[in-house]
């Protein structure tokens, strides 16, 4: 129905084009007088740089302003059968409202000769509406010209010109000027002709040839003449402001104050309103008695939800609002006529109101531009309301809120046209709703299908969104893509019940809830038999957008975006997992994570929120990389299911076990060895004699014992060899890291237990080697600590915060005895027992005198 209807306008528009100027035609004349001489020039770009299998030999533009008429010479240069095929027809815009198009030329060169094709025959006139699935009917036409006989190595030679402006700027002249193209162009000319006395303001932006200026007759000629000038890139995905190619602005409008008083000429709100917008206007009024605010939001609601958004843009409509009366009446209008519209009610009702021109594509970036009639694409509607100034956009619908709780899109910037004003004026950014996703799983038995649950809370502007898209579609349609959705994740899904939606349109809060049976959450692993599931956070890695190695142009980011995001795993016996989380924090984007467990509920929480529009240049690479590094490993989480009542494997990690059990042995018998090695005998002075254990030393050999009691009586009790601790980060992106953890706290732990026992044995018989053995026993305490907090941290902050303080008291332990073994004289009296034991003498009484003497 939609299309019949578009369609009808078409064929009405093309029916009655003479009503509006000229019948849609293309008429054959000679080239202009007026034009300035082009010397040629015949040098190629380069091939690397030509990708559609042609290139423009020349693109020159002469826009004759007193006149009235563009016009446009252009050669294409055809170097493959590619070219062939993108490049082989003509096609000219225009708008018979105002416009007259003339063609001169069409000549194609083959071997240097000429070959004409220009015959008035050969051209389909048909209207283009390239705004059609818009709702925008701008009554434009395109005069399609489709070349036969095309072949490698032919030049495209073709000029034309159109005649006239939009009397909508009352003689005034603007223009933006492209002098740069997506397509090499060899050589680009361009030049503006007008009066000497008519002032005009230049502004180029991006790389744009020297501007020569010449005069002659009372004419000025604007001149910008570039060479091989290489294709701008293009990327979908670059945010709607950006644009690299060189251009040229031409305005005649000197200030904004200009700009202003032209638009309020051609829209002034509507006064002493009658016919049925007048009625209604007082039955809001009676309604809302003398509650400006109530009032406001009437207006508000009657033009977004009662006036259909459609716009029929024929000629100087264009930028000329139809009369409120009418747009009312006929239920439909574009943004200019609702805006206008909805001005033109709350003036009438003593609100201070005025319309805003903005440009939805450069938000505040339109500050860039020079004043201009042409710096605009959308209308707005600012007010007044209780001292509140309340920002509107007519053309939205399904708002939610009251009075002036209103969202109003980050335009940036707009002209408000009220007398007397002369600059843009910034719009502060309004509150921006959330999406908050919570997808709960609860897990009965092996068996049964899991109960998957999907609730999703939209606020503010994305409640205002989503009630759109829900009414758009349908609840039917809705919930078939939202199975569609998952089922790409889940094969074997079924819904379980419609989708439940709650919608508070006071405090602009929409929730919807989905039910699913999902069969196939647990995938049975055929070597081990155990349950497995993988998670993944889909709803917030989907908002991230693709970026390719040849992505050339910044990319654009969906702002304001604030998603928190919830998977819960509810599971029979609950969980034993260690926390985790993550964090990235961007000037562009910030994101984290947090992963806990309590009771029987596995939460895994995220949080993505985009804080600008865009990705610049120079952070692709970094972006690219934390995308990366999300999908492999933030996002995603694994975990194992062993149900209550089956058959459960070994609880004893016996490798592990094992492992310990030959450590200990090789110790042991390392140990042995190194006891019963031979040390040099000692001779006594006459009348000495050993030194008994006494002072510190009792309490180095207490720390001894209960080192070796506690680090042992540890093990047994953090359940090291278990199979259940080995495998507690089994499938997540910690779970190599964890059991290397592992194995070093294991072989560390017995190493340190086997070893202090070792040293309280030196100790205890007052062995010759205690000193360096004690010694190398504080070192190694130290350094295993130290490794084992390292590991830890790369884990988990709560793994790190267990394994900081062993760290702590063994730099304080080895900072104290350390020093001590090696600097106290007690220790040196002490500790000289040799292997064996009976290998020391005595000197006699008389070598002691004589060695006196």
Known sequence: MRFTFSLCLVMLFWCSGAAFGDAPSVHISAKPIWLS????????????????????????????????????????????????????????????????????????????????????????????????????YQGSFSALCILDDIRKGDRIEYSYTLTGRNPILNGKFCSNIYAQWYTPIAHHYTAIIASSRRKLNFKTFNSVPKLTITEANGLKCYQYEGFQVPPAHDDDREPSWYDERGFIQVSEFASWAEVVNWALSINPPALNIKGELGERIAKLKKEAGDDKAKYFRAAVHTVQQEVRYMGIEIGEYSHRANNPEKVFKQRYGDC???????????????????????????????????????????????????????????????????????????????????????????????????????????????????????????????????????????????????????????????????????????????????????????????????????????????????????????????????????????????????????????????????????????????????????????????????????????????????????????????????????????????????????????????????????????????????????????????DYFSNHIWNIYHGSKHELNFRVLLVVEAIGNITLMVYAVFCLVLLLNKRDILPACITGYFAFAFVFFLADYILAANISSKLAETALNPLLRSIVTAAIWIPYFKKSSRVHETFIVPHPPYNYSYEGPGVVEESAS
């Open 37 to 136: 001489v082009l010397k040629p020039y015949n040098q190629k770009p380069s091939a690397r740089t030509i990708e559609r299998g042609f290139y423009y030999e020349l693109i020159e533009e002469q826009v004759q302003v007193e006149k009235q008429a563009d016009y446009n010479h252009i050669i294409r240069n055809i170097v493959s059968e590619t070219g062939i095929q993108n490049a082989s027809q003509i096609s000219v815009s225009f708008d018979p409202a105002y416009e007259r198009l003339d063609f001169h030329d069409i000549t194609v060169w083959r071997d240097g000769k000429p070959l004409n094709r220009l015959k008035a025959s050969a051209f389909k006139v048909i209207a283009d509406e390239q705004d059609l699935s818009n709702f925008i």
């Open 336 to 718: 200019k006529d609702k805006s206008l519209l909805l001005v033109s009610m709350l003036k009438d009702d003593g609100i201070d109101a005025a319309m805003v021109l903005v440009n939805t594509d450069m938000n505040e970036h339109v500050e860039q531009y020079i004043p201009t009639a042409y710096a605009f694409n959308h209308a707005v509607v600012t007010a007044n309301v209780n001292g509140k100034q309340v920002w509107v956009d007519a053309t939205m619908d399904n708002q939610g809120g009251e009075g002036t709780d209103i969202y109003f899109p980050l335009y940036g910037k707009g002209l408000v046209l009220k007398e007397g004003g002369n600059a843009l004026t910034t719009i502060p950014p309004s509150k921006g709703g959330k999406v908050i996703g919570e997808d709960i799983y609860k897990v009965k038995d092996a068996k049964s299908p899991v109960l998957f649950t999907v609730k999703t809370t939209y606020t503010g502007d994305e409640a205002d969104y989503m009630r759109g898209k829900l009414e758009s579609s349908g609840m039917a349609e809705t919930e078939k893509s939202y199975l569609d959705y998952y089922s790409k994740i889940y094969n074997k899904i079924e819904t379980k019940d419609s989708i439940v939606v709650t919608d508070d349109l006071k405090v602009n809060k929409l929730i919807t809830i989905e039910t699913y049976n999902v069969s196939d959450f647990f995938k049975k692993d055929s070597t081990s038999g155990k349950l497995t599931a993988d998670l993944f956070a889909n709803f917030i890695y989907n908002q991230f957008p693709s970026i390719t190695g040849r992505t050339k142009t910044p990319v654009a980011l969906t702002y304001p975006y604030d998603a928190h995001y919830t998977i819960k795993v509810v599971l029979p016996g609950g969980w034993n997992v260690n926390e985790d989380h993550d964090a990235i924090s961007r000037d562009y984007y910030s994101y984290a994570s947090n992963f806990t467990a309590k009771g029987d509920t596995l939460l895994l929480n995220y949080g993505l929120s985009f804080l600008k529009d865009n990705v610049p240049v120079n952070k692709l690479d970094e972006f690219k990389a934390d995308i990366k590094k999300l999908n492999s490993t933030s996002l995603g989480y694994s975990f194992s299911y062993t149900p209550p009542g089956t058959s459960r494997p070994s609880t004893i990690n016996s490798a592990l076990v094992l492992l310990v059990l030959l450590v200990t042995v090789g110790l042991i018998v390392l140990g042995v060895w190194f006891y019963q090695r031979e040390t040099p005998g000692i001779v006594f002075a006459y009348g000495s004699t050993f030194v008994p254990i006494g002072g510190w030393l009792i309490f180095i050999a207490l720390g001894l014992a209960g080192t070796a009691l506690l680090t042992g009586s540890n093990m047994v009790s953090q």
